[in-house]
Each structure stands twice: as C-alpha cells, then as structure tokens.
C-alpha cells in the first residue's frame, strides 16, 4: 500500500506519574498521549537496560526533546560522542485502556531505535528523521505500572546519511507520545502515515477532482460493517456542497482494506503560495455499524490539510504555480539551535521559518534529511514551497541493506507527507560520490514515481555536468561555489548559460551556493579567503552574494535558488572562520540574533517591506581613512550623511539594490553614518559608528 503524511488530534500532555485514562480523549476517537517528560538516560550500553528490573537510579534524569550531542557536537575536533544510548520511563495506564489499540510513536530518533515494552522488544527503526510507530497493544498492561526502554544508536550504521559534514545528534530529539484508537481504525501503522491521502488529479481555478484514499482495519474478532464518511471542510470548517460521500464497507475478523473515494468541487478557491495560501480539510470518519444495522457511533476520524494546486517546470522559463510564473527563492535550512542540537522545540523552529518569511523567500528547500511535521505545516499555512529531500548524503555504501534502508526512508518520507500542499519535490540525494552513487539514483527515482505520480523526483549534485546520475530525476539541481572553494564568482554566469546550452530540454536550477562569514571579521575590497582557513571577513560573504543574485535574477530558465544557508550550524568536523564546529556560511548567526549583511541583500531584492542598511555596520574600527559607503535598499532613491555632512543621493544603478558612494573620507575619531530613504510617506533610515584610529 502507498500512503503519507500525519496530523492526528493531540490531548493534553499528563504528569509522569499521573495515571494516564483516556477520559480526555479527543472527539475523533482517537488520543494521542505526550510521553516527554520523566525519562532515565545514560549514554552508555547495557545489555540489560531493557529489563524492568534494572535499576537505572543512576541515570539522568531528562525530559524530551533530548540529545547527548547539544555540547561537544558543537566545539570542534570531529571527537562528538557517537554509539548507543539508553532511555527509560514508567507509565501507568488506567484499565479503561482495556481494549483500545495502543501504539507507542516517536516523532525522530537518531540514528536508530530499538524500543521495549515491560522487556517485550517491540521492534527496530532505521533511520533518524521519519515517524515510525510500533503496536504495544499486547505488551502494555493497563491497571499496572509499565517500563518503556528504548535504545537509540547514532554511530555508523551502514544506512544514509553514512557520512555528513553535519553533526548527527544522537537522541530522542522530537516527541514520543501514546496513541490510542479503537479496534476499528484508520491504519496507524503505514510507515508512519496518517492513513488518509488525497490525491490531486486535475485543478484549475473552475473545477478540481481529487482522490481520497484511506486505510481501514479491524482489530477484532468479528467483522464489521463500517459506514465512510468522507468531506471537505473549506477554511471556516464549512462542508463544501458536494465534496462529499457517505459509503458502507465490509471488514473481515483481524482484516483490512483500502478505499478510494473521488470527489469534484467547482470553482475551487487554490492554494497560491504567499500570496493567498488557502487551506481546506479533508475530514474521514469511521462508523462501525450496530448489530440492528442502524448507524453506529464515531470510532475513528482523521484530518488532513488540503491545498489545491497545479505546477510544472519548464526547461527555459522555470516553475509555474497554478498555471503562473513563481520565482522559487529562498534558503537551505538544517535544524540544530546552539547547546540544543537537534532538540528544539516549536518556538525554535518558527523563529526560523520566520526569518525565511522576513527574507522575501517563496520557498524552502528542508536540507538533508526529512524535518518535523510542524515545519512543512508552517510551509502549507504561510505559502513556502518546499523541496523535501532524504539523507542520502555524499558517501555511498554499495550494499543491498544501505540501498533498501535508502529506499525505505524515502517511502516513509512520501507517505508521511503526501497531503502537505507546499511540497511539490522529493530530493533523492545530496552530493553523493563514488561508484555507486549512479545505482542509487538509479534504485531510488522510480521510488518516487511508485508513491507519488503527482511531483516531482530531484537530486542535488556538485558533480560534473556531465555525470548521468545529474540527468535521472525529473528536475536537477547544482552546488555550485565559484569564487569560495576554487575558481572566480565571476565563472558562475558563464558557467550557468553553458549548462543550460548544453542540455536544452533539462530543467535545472540552484540547489546550494554561498560564502562563510563571521561578522566579527572585516576587511576592505577583500579577496577570495581561505574556504578551510580562520579569516572569513564578512565582506566577502557580501560581494559573492551580490555576484550570483545578479547572474541569476536575469536567468528565468532556473527553476530554484537556494542560498546555502538559512544560518550557521553545527558541524563539528570543521575548524574554519571564528569558530571551530561550525559552518558559517548562513546569512544568519548561529544563535539566531543576528543578520549578516547578506540577509538584508536579499530581503532588500526579494521582500516588498522597506529597506535600508549599511554594510559592514560592525566593522567599526577603521585604518583607511578613505573608504567606500555600501546600502541595501529597496527604495528608488537612498541619502547618506556622515558626520551630518550631506553626502548626495544615488539611484540604483543596476536594479541590483545596491547604493554606493565611493571615496567617503573619514574623521579621526568616531564617525556617525547616516542613511535614508522615502518610501511614499514612510521615511526609513540606518545609522552606525566607525571609528578611525592610527594606520
């Protein structure tokens, strides 16, 4: 069976020691319980630390979400603690749990879990990045206390990601909680899926038809005749007239079945990214039928987010939503926080969707591996289109078990997230090398294809051009560094119109590009610094940008840009730019309170909000006396003072949003720097302090 994403109706997170009822279960019939809080940890192996005897007095006590990894994957060295790790903690389920289906499900474990219930070994999870559920049903006692043990291993594997020039933060860094549904249920256990998936056939703005498939089963020892309710529910939780259908369906004892339900609304209202990024709700309900055949009560129901939408890639003129030109922009985002790794929480994640929105960016591409359920739910509700990719990272390990767990993880990806609006590509790979990184691509592009008829296969490559595993997706994508890791900026444009000449009929855009940058490092007119080296001057950062947005705002035949990256992040291999561990090419310091010059670049070209900001704003202590005045704006004209001396206007020369002033002499002492714009009644201004010392 295929199948995707999950949005299942939470309840109320209860004490540790509380005991836990299903009194507060949701309307839906169905109850997910939080598990976070009161867990034992030790980073260590023990053989025996599944038993529920064991005594684990010892161990940490921590709350989820939890890495090992928040400190030394951070400080440097490539010497980050990997291996296993234990967590355990007791629940107490009330009897009135007698009955339901229990189901323990863990939102991300890295890399690898094995889960126990009461010393039952539930099962075993490869993979970091999916949802994966396993029925405890039958180990879980209700009336009693009960030990959940769960080991978790981040060490080498032989599965993707098999190597990374990011930190791998071992831990049960995302939720755990209970689920619990009736015997006559939505399937809860495809691959982590929701069991509902809608399919999208045909949508225009007079009519769209839609496909709603669901998973049913029966845990019981009689069959049952269930009643199928399927609607949509526009933005209002209004039923659209006619979306809807009611259908009788037979289940065996202990059987399942698959339903497929068509639906047509006319005059849909469409999902069109920012600019109106509308949502309806797919509702589907389950209601067992009473022996005297009458219509039964709700036992299970399950929501998912519908965003009607068409797009397509055209080889010369980029992608096109709902039959219109969007310029897909934006950045590459990991999800670590300093001291937290992996661990964070969803005030976390929305400061970093944010700064995307604040930006101007249009789209997302969710680097390296698969992200929360929040995240590409923020994507569906703020109108960021999104590229959603697997951890099938650079090394390639030529072995049945590396291509089938690959293979595996990309099904958990689709079917998890099949009814997200905003994803419309599923990335198959980043960077991979060696010589069997072409059977891979190979293994895993039908995989999309098989899940998913309705998007689009892509894979990101710093290969040569002509490397074949380029031109197996359905679109492809570069990493392209002129000008920081080797060569000029300037081959980048050239670069570009060669591969696009070259390969006429492939649709191809940017998947990474960028510059490291400290902003406690400056330097006037700098060269090209060391990629590896300690001295990464901001300016640097600055100049690239400037280079490639103006090569690739001019060339419409891209069909993404993606900056590389959102913020600097952990890397603990690294040992380059003002800090060791880290990489520091985001546009955005690592701790998320500050935005480097680049930033203001791009929101100044992408975002309709005003403007104005000096560069090199921390680079204030000056030897040259002469310098030049460099602002990003947005305004049609911007004003400069320094030491309240009016210094002109300057247009933007280029429709880049650049205003300079060259020659700018400069006082001894501190000087005030002043810049300012109109924006119709709206005066904006920027203002810094350099000061000028002895050569």
């Keep these: ?29 169905r109850q997910l319980v939080g598990l976070d809080r009161g867990w034992r940890f030790v ?43 234990w967590y355990r ?13 229990l189901y323990l499900q863990f939102d991300g474990a890295s890399l690898m879990a094995d889960v126990y219930v009461n010393g039952v070994h539930l099962g075993n999870h490869r993979g970091g990045f999916a949802r994966f559920r396993f029925d405890a049903t039958d180990a879980l006692r209700p009336g009693s206390d009960n030990l959940i043990a769960v080991r978790v291993d981040n060490g080498e594997l032989g599965i993707p990601p098999a190597a990374s020039d990011f930190t791998l933060f071992g831990g049960l860094y995302r939720d755990v909680g209970l689920l619990s549904t009736a015997p006559v249920q939505i399937s809860t256990m495809d691959l982590g899926s929701p069991g509902v998936f809608v399919e999208q056939r045909e949508v225009s703005e007079g009519s769209a038809r839609i496909v709603v498939r669901a998973e049913l089963e029966n845990h019981g020892s009689q069959p ?111 999800q670590d926080w300093p001291d937290m790794g992996w661990a964070i929480s969803e005030g976390q994640e929305k400061v970093d969707f944010d700064l995307m929105m604040e930006a101007g960016a249009t789209a997302v591409r969710v680097s390296h591996y698969q992200q929360s359920q929040y995240w590409y739910s923020l994507c569906d509700r703020e109108g960021l289109v999104a590229w959603a990719e697997i951890p099938s990272w650079q090394k390639v390990i030529g072995t049945p078990a590396y291509t089938e767990n690959a293979q595996a993880q990309l099904r958990e990806m689709i079917r998890q997230n099949f009814n997200h609006p905003s994803i419309c590509f599923w990335g198959i790979g980043n960077e991979t090398y060696g010589p069997d990184s072409d059977p891979l691509v190979v293994a895993l592009n039908p995989v999309v294809h098989e899940e998913d008829p309705g998007r689009l296969s892509t894979y990101a490559s710093n290969g040569d051009n002509e490397d074949p595993k380029n031109w197996r997706t359905d679109v492809v994508a570069f990493n392209r560094y002129f000008g920081w890791y080797g060569g000029k900026m300037e081959d980048f444009g050239p670069w ?6 070259d390969h006429p009929k492939a649709a191809f855009g940017m998947s990474e590009y960028g510059a490291g940058a400290s902003i406690f490092q400056h330097a006037e007119n700098p060269a090209r610094p060391e990629a590896r080296g300690p001295f990464h001057p901001e300016e640097y950062q600055n100049l690239l940008h400037e280079a490639y947005w103006s ?31 880290r990489n520091d090419k985001g546009l955005v310091t690592y701790d998320r309170r500050v935005r480097k010059d680049a930033f203001y670049y791009y929101k100044a070209n992408w975002s309709p909000e ?18 030049e005045v460099k602002v990003y704006s947005n305004a049609p004209r911007v004003a400069l003072e320094v030491n309240g001396a009016d210094l002109g206007s300057r247009e933007d020369p280029g429709g880049g949003h650049v205003f300079r002033w060259a020659g700018v002499t400069l006082a001894p002492g501190e000087n005030k720097v002043s810049a300012r714009a109109q924006f119709g009644d709206k005066s904006v201004s920027d203002s810094c302090i350099w000061a000028l010392g002895t050569p």
Aim: include cysteine; charged fraction near 25%; proline fraction near 7%.
């Design 1 to 29: 069976m295929r199948a995707p994403g999950l949005r299942i109706p939470a309840a109320a997170a209860l004490a540790v020691l509380c005991m836990v009822t299903p009194a507060n279960a949701a309307d839906d019939g």
């Design 43 to 85: 980073a260590a192996d023990d053989a025996r630390a599944q038993e529920p005897g064991f005594d684990d007095s010892a161990w940490q006590p921590v709350d989820l979400p939890h890495t090992w990894n928040g400190l030394d994957g951070q400080d440097g060295g490539n010497d980050y603690r990997r291996g296993a790790g």
């Design 89 to 101: 903690r007791h629940l107490s389920l009330d009897r009135s749990f007698v009955g339901r289906r």
């Design 224 to 334: 049952r005749e269930v009643d199928v309710r399927v609607a949509v529910l526009d933005a209002a939780r209004a039923p659209v007239g006619g979306a809807d259908s009611t259908f009788r369906v037979h289940l065996a004892p202990n059987g399942s079945d698959e339903v497929a339900k068509p639906l047509a609304l006319a005059r849909p209202h469409l999902w069109n990214a920012r600019a109106d990024p509308y949502l309806y709700t797919v509702r589907v309900e389950l209601h067992p039928v009473a022996p005297n055949g009458a219509a039964g009560a709700l036992s299970d129901a399950v929501e998912q987010p519908l965003g009607l939408r068409s797009f397509s890639v055209d080889p010369e003129k980029g992608f096109f939503l709902n039959g219109r030109y969007l310029d897909l922009r934006g950045f590459n985002r990991h």
């Design 496 to 501: 570009l119109d060669k591969t696009h000449a």
């Design 551 to 581: 090569a690739m705002r001019s060339r419409p035949y891209l069909w993404c840009k993606f900056i590389w990256c959102l913020h600097d992040f952990a890397s603990d291999g690294r040992n380059e730019g003002d800090h060791s561990g």
């Design 610 to 627: 005003p403007v104005v900001h000096i560069t090199s704003c921390r680079f204030a202590e000056r030897k040259d006396p002469v310098t």
